[in-house]
């Protein structure tokens, strides 16, 4: 195994709450760091096979990577991405997601199960984690369905799935609409400590609804899907969380009222937690009028006061994970009509510096803040340890460069969607390097 | 678009009504009479000297001739290379023209491209026992074989030179310019 | 510049100018970015175009050596027919697409499929399509000019721009938009002909009563400028000057979205007695095809009071207008 050495590093390890130019104020010494590292002060991190050895250790190297004094912390985790393989590898596939979430600064990613095939059997996990593991990009912790053929009838084997390697179970991409089965699932996954991801979204509502209900969608003459379809759907996820004792994690909250929603059941101490997307972060239903199929997600894009209404949710931490559902899929399918074109944004390679400059460099929220929502955030979601850089905690880190303004060149992506939203937009905080289990997955062209 | 700056005047208001009085008696004389006679003028300065020329007509015949109103726009032969779009206006040709004497009437001849508009869109309109042309000024330059049967004057002009003319009520006097290309 | 003829005779002389406060516009997507200049100055084009629809010989040379295309994903004879009757009326070359969505179904990407048409190398096209926003989504991929002949629920700019011109004709003693106002009743959710109604009247400076049960009336159309939203006939045509039924698609009883046809037409089938709250002059109108006695009476339709034989008629002339407007002096 190698030993590296990522030289001049400005570390931060948010387990300690190191503060030092993240926006939270002063900054006390590190406590693995002999040289009381600070702001203008960097340090040497050394991983060997495969975990964090320490600090500024010195000794014979075999790789050195120049941070360049640019931010070192625990690479981001994804709960929630769309890496289509198997049977829609037009799309995307393992080697093209991970490399991508690797090239976003993510370390681990839960890929969704509304695959080709869907996952639901055990060998299917068992093949996807082998193959991700051989491919050596980041890390992949698969997801399988809740029910089969995301049917919404027949559950699926949970126990096996789980033991196969299945951290989590959900039908994302399609509600499930029988709120019975709900029940089922969560008191199976209760029993199994699974946590249940949900795509809450009352189907009879939501109709044939292609993006946000209200006046854009009223002016422009698209179908709307109302707030409501995916608040009263949150409000039975959830209320079936506190029946059942199960850990429901409400993907893509998208609204003002939903994330209410979520919010109450978290302070009566319902087993929920809530994620929002980088899109629905940034973006307005005003997108939908340029007519452009880029902007066509589910759950759509909100209004102006839901997008600050979540910002502000960012704000306060109330907000437990950003999870991106990066959902790429071909030019061709979304040069389709607004109806016809398939649902879903590919945005994990923008995730990150689209938060920073949007959200952090704005004030919104802190660059603190902004990290706990892609380290801790979703791996308490999980129940999984917290990202860290202690001494013997996997090496997966992240360079950020949160300097350099530069535009987003779809064309460059490694996802198979090399096409965004964000397209020429200038945006800083861009991932430098990626390094997972200890080896370099991902430098930025031109870096170094 | 080029500047403009006047060089001489060719008619003055006086000048302008003799040539209109010459053209209507040459009209009557021509068609041997009024009977059957229509003046049409082609838009925008064609629609004036077409009145006027009835209006004398009626003076000297005791008969007016029926008036009509032409725009050759849509009969343009540049329509699909030209950078600028021109301003439709409406035809107005109240009466059959079949069988009529019909003198075309506009104010200046250039290149003859406006003429053959105007025969198309007037033969468009019916088929007129003869047609005829009159106008104010021939500044030469044919494209087309084109020549009018009444002319007020012939003026040699370069190509690099612009004949204004100004008839009221369309402007706020009579008069004819030659007009220079800086 | 005051000499227009001079600038005809002469190649070399004076450009000939559009009027300067009109835009020369690529596309007709809707009428947003129409100014009321622009509309009126097309309405003018139009005039001259139904003079020429008046003449035995139905056809000038101005759109010769233009294609035009027509491609209409979804099936509409009318519309066709009229642009085409407008194209061929200028002399325009008519390329006719019958695309009716079956090699979309199997895969193909619009943007494939306009590819393939646009190989034809027309000017301008024609689009007609199910879903809202397909005329704007070929605008971005071709050279040639669109114009929107309906997308989905969105607009049909030609349509309300042939509906205010019949006004502008018929209205005894018509001066103007402004101070006018125009009940549009029925299906409005579902209608791009109510959307781009909409747009236009209230752009021209009259004021829109929006009329229908809820389930068809959504309350955002309250927050547009200039619209008003009524669940009754009487305060919708009160003073009304025009009154315009949509059509009732039988569907919509299938959807929920009526509990049935019997009690649609109890509330909102216009009838001779509904005109007692409008102008005394008040136009009755209707964009076609008309379910008799559905939406409106069949003897109200036939009255002397209905101009839906004017605005069929006004049809080719405001399309006319349009080709030749986006078309000459595009180069």
């Not at chain 1, 919010?263 to 937690?273: C, L, Y």
């Not at chain 2, 409406?90 to 023209?97: A, G, H, K, L, Y």
């Not at chain 3, 027309?122 to 070929?138: F, I, K, M, N």
């Amino acid at each position: 195994m190698s030993r590296i050495v990522i030289r001049n590093a400005r570390l931060y390890d948010p387990e300690y709450d190191l503060k030092y130019d993240v926006g939270e104020g002063s900054s006390p010494p590190h406590p693995n760091d002999p040289t009381n590292n600070t702001a203008t002060n960097t340090a040497d991190l050394y991983l060997n096979d495969g975990i964090i050895e320490g600090v500024n250790l010195g000794g014979d190297v075999d790789e050195s990577f120049d941070a360049g004094g640019n931010l070192v912390t625990p690479a981001f985790v994804d709960l929630h991405a769309h890496l289509r393989e198997p049977g829609q590898e037009v799309k995307e596939n393992l080697a093209s997601g991970l490399a991508a979430a690797a090239a976003g600064g993510y370390g681990t990613v839960v890929s969704m199960a509304n695959t080709t095939p869907v996952i639901t059997e055990p060998e299917q996990i068992a093949e996807l984690i082998a193959k991700a593991e051989r491919l050596g990009q980041a890390r992949l912790r698969p997801a399988a369905a809740l029910s089969h053929g995301l049917k919404g009838e027949r559950l699926t084997d949970f126990a096996a799935l789980q033991d196969a390697g299945a951290v989590m179970i959900t039908d994302d991409g399609i509600p499930v609409r029988d709120a019975h089965l709900m029940r089922r699932a969560c008191e199976y996954a209760a029993e199994l400590g699974l946590v249940i991801q949900t795509h809450s979204e009352e189907p009879s509502l939501r109709q044939d609804g292609v993006m946000n209900e209200g006046t854009v969608s009223q002016r422009i003459g698209l179908p709307g899907n109302p707030v409501a379809a995916e608040a009263v759907m949150i409000y039975r996820d959830c209320e079936i969380a506190h029946l059942t004792g199960a850990r429901v994690h409400i993907a893509h909250v998208s609204s003002a009222r939903g994330w209410a929603v979520v919010e109450r059941f978290k302070e009566q101490g319902a087993p929920v937690s809530g994620e929002v997307t980088p899109h629905h972060l940034t973006l307005t239903d005003e997108a939908m009028a340029a007519f452009d199929p880029v902007y066509k997600v589910a759950p759509p894009l909100r209004s102006a006061a839901d997008v600050a209404f979540l910002r502000d949710a960012l704000a306060r931490g109330v907000v437990d994970s950003i999870g991106t559902d990066h959902a790429p899929h071909t030019r061709a399918e979304k040069d389709r009509d607004m109806l016809d074109a398939p649902f879903g944004i590919g945005n994990i390679e923008v995730a990150f510096p689209l938060l920073y400059s949007e959200l952090v460099t704005t004030d919104v929220v802190t660059l603190a803040e902004l990290l706990r929502r892609l380290q801790r955030g979703p791996t308490d979601v999980m129940d999984w340890s917290r990202p860290n850089l202690d001494p013997g905690s996997p090496a997966d880190v992240v360079v950020l460069d949160l300097g350099t303004s530069r535009p987003v060149r779809p064309e460059t992506f490694k996802s198979k969607a090399t096409f965004s939203p964000w397209a020429q937009q200038t945006l800083r905080g861009w991932p430098v390097a990626t390094f997972v289990r200890g080896r370099k997955v991902y430098e930025r062209e031109g870096s170094s | 678009m080029p500047t403009l700056t006047p060089k001489a005047q060719l008619l003055d208001d006086r000048d302008l009504e003799r040539a209109l009085t010459r053209i209507a008696h040459e009209i009557i004389e021509r068609n041997k009479g009024a009977d059957k006679l229509a003046l049409i003028g082609i838009h925008t300065r064609g629609v004036p000297i077409a009145e006027r020329l009835a209006g004398l007509i009626a003076r000297f015949e005791g008969v007016t001739p029926k008036l009509g109103k032409l725009d050759i726009t849509l009969y343009r032969d540049d329509l699909s290379e030209i950078a600028l779009q021109p301003l439709v206006r409406r035809t107005e040709v109240p009466f059959d023209i079949s069988g009529h004497a019909i003198v075309l009437c506009d104010d200046v001849l250039y290149t003859g491209r406006t003429a053959r508009a105007a025969l198309d869109a007037l033969i468009d309109l019916g088929r007129p026992a003869v047609i005829q042309f009159a106008v104010l000024v021939d500044r030469g330059h044919r494209e087309l074989p084109i020549r009018a049967d009444y002319v007020g004057k012939n003026v040699p002009t370069s190509r690099h030179e612009v004949v204004k003319v100004r008839l009221e009520p369309i402007d706020s006097s009579d008069a004819v310019e030659l007009w220079e290309q800086a | 510049m005051n000499d227009v003829r001079n600038a005809v005779d002469a190649a070399s002389a004076l450009p000939e100018t559009t009027q300067p406060e009109t835009t020369q516009h690529r596309h007709l997507l809707d009428l947003h970015d129409w100014s009321v200049d622009d509309v009126t100055r097309l309405f003018q084009t139009a005039d001259v175009m139904a003079e020429v629809m008046q003449r035995t010989i139905k056809k000038v040379p101005a759109l010769q050596g233009f294609t035009v295309g027509t491609l209409f994903f979804e099936n509409s004879t009318r519309t066709k027919l009229s642009f085409e009757r407008a194209a061929r009326a200028q002399s325009a070359d008519v390329l006719s697409f019958a695309a009716g969505g079956s090699s979309l179904s199997k895969g193909e990407s619009l943007r494939d499929t306009l590819k393939t048409i646009d190989a034809m190398q027309a000017d301008l096209y024609v689009v007609r399509h199910h879903a809202a926003g397909v005329p704007y989504q070929l605008a971005r991929w071709t050279d040639a000019a669109v114009v929107n002949a309906g997308d989905g629920r969105r607009a049909h700019p030609t349509q309300a721009l042939l509906d205010a011109y019949t006004f502008r004709q018929y209205f005894p003693g018509f001066d103007g938009f402004a101070g006018k106002k125009l009940a549009i009743v029925g299906d409005v959710r579902h209608s791009r002909v109510a959307r781009s109604n909409i747009e236009l009247w209230t752009k021209l400076g009259a004021e829109v009563a929006l009329c229908g049960p809820a389930t068809l009336l959504p309350r955002e159309f309250e927050q547009f400028s200039g619209v008003t939203r009524h669940f009754r006939l009487e305060p919708a045509l009160e003073g009304a000057h025009a009154v315009m039924a949509l059509r009732l698609q039988q569907e919509r009883m299938q959807t929920g979205l009526l509990p049935s046809l019997a009690e649609y037409q109890a509330r909102y089938q216009l009838t001779a007695a509904h005109l007692a709250y409008a102008h005394p002059d008040a136009l009755v109108m209707h964009p076609g095809p008309l379910n008799r006695d559905v939406e409106m009476s069949g003897a109200l339709a036939d009255s002397d009071r209905s101009v839906i034989d004017r605005q069929v008629a006004a049809g080719v002339p405001i399309r006319m207008a349009v080709l030749y407007t986006l078309l000459v002096g595009k180069r």
